[in-house]
């Protein structure tokens, strides 16, 4: 999953710490979110949602991978990716 967080919070002029008390999170929980390491739950979402004033999913992206194509919901088109991230991520799912 990909998402906006970063954008959006500098769109509104926002630090993470602002972020985090306007949703109730701690200022880790968004920096977390924002690098990917962290998928947050429906409620942090909706709440983000709410806060940007933007519909979930252009905030949030979700990316679908199988064998050697990749199709990201958001944008669209499937596009085909020879990359050896790819390669190593389709593995651990097999």
């Given at each position: 999953?990909?998402?906006?967080?970063?954008?959006?919070?500098?769109?509104?002029?926002?630090?993470?710490?602002?972020?985090?008390?306007?949703i109730g999170v701690s200022r880790?929980?968004?920096?977390?979110?924002?690098?990917?390491?962290y998928v947050p739950s429906t409620?942090?979402?909706?709440?983000?949602?709410?806060?940007?004033?933007?519909?979930?999913?252009?905030?949030?992206?979700?990316?679908?991978?199988?064998?050697?194509?990749?199709?990201?919901w958001h944008l669209g088109p499937?596009?085909?990716?020879?990359?050896?991230?790819?390669?190593?991520?389709?593995?651990?799912?097999?």
């Amino acid at each position: 999953m990909k998402n906006n967080v970063r954008v959006e919070r500098a769109i509104h002029h926002m630090t993470q710490a602002q972020l985090a008390e306007r949703i109730g999170v701690s200022r880790q929980t968004i920096n977390a979110i924002e690098s990917g390491k962290y998928v947050p739950s429906t409620v942090l979402a909706l709440k983000m949602s709410a806060v940007f004033n933007k519909p979930v999913n252009e905030i949030f992206l979700l990316l679908i991978y199988s064998k050697r194509l990749c199709h990201n919901w958001h944008l669209g088109p499937l596009i085909e990716h020879r990359s050896r991230n790819l390669t190593k991520l389709l593995i651990k799912l097999k």
